[in-house]
């Protein structure tokens, strides 16, 4: 595909769908805000975060009325750095969790321009490192039943069979297939039948 095909294409869709997207990952806490550091969107993990339930709950508002001052002073230094054409690159820094408790995440800051080039925002993901270890390593045991589902989808697979390769229970199996993959072990087979 061509660089004219491609903008064609990718300016038939909004900047709303691109950032929607970000409700898809369970992990990442993300947000765009205008230049004076107001929030003018965040993604579903990051309301739950700070203790939201809509974003219009937050519109307009800053750091400042969610964080320690503490922590909002450096987020607002941050921001100010990145409105300057300056960028965070996987930071390591302390944060508030949903609880109150402080707990180690990985930040990335972009600068927002409009058509004609002029900063008029940042926007950013942080991960929670905790979180997204726990995010990794559920998928990561599901790493063999779906190798085995995969190699042998063709001959008759039972739930028990699969339940012992991964030394669990069906149910514990049944839990985690779709806590991770949206779908039972049997749906997760058959959607690989009918391919």
Known sequence: MSD???????????????IEMFDLMPDVIFWVKDEKGGFVY?????????GVSSLAQITGLTDFDFSPVHIAKQFRVDDQKVMKGEVVNNRLEMNNTKSGDIAWFTTSKRPLFNEQG??????????HLEKTS????????????????????????CLKELAEITHLSISALERRFKKFLGKTPKQFILSLIHI
Not at 42 to 50: D, P, R, V
Not at 118 to 127: N, V
């Open 4 to 18: 004219i095909c491609v903008d064609k294409f990718v300016n038939q869709f909004s900047v709303k769908q691109i």
């Open 42 to 50: 965040a993604n579903q993990f990051f309301l739950e975060h700070i």
């Open 118 to 127: 002029q900063t008029i925002g940042s926007y950013g993901i942080s991960r």
């Open 134 to 157: 726990l995010v990794l390593s559920g998928m990561d045991a599901l790493k063999e039943p779906v190798a085995y589902v995969r190699k042998n989808y063709m001959q008759p697979i």
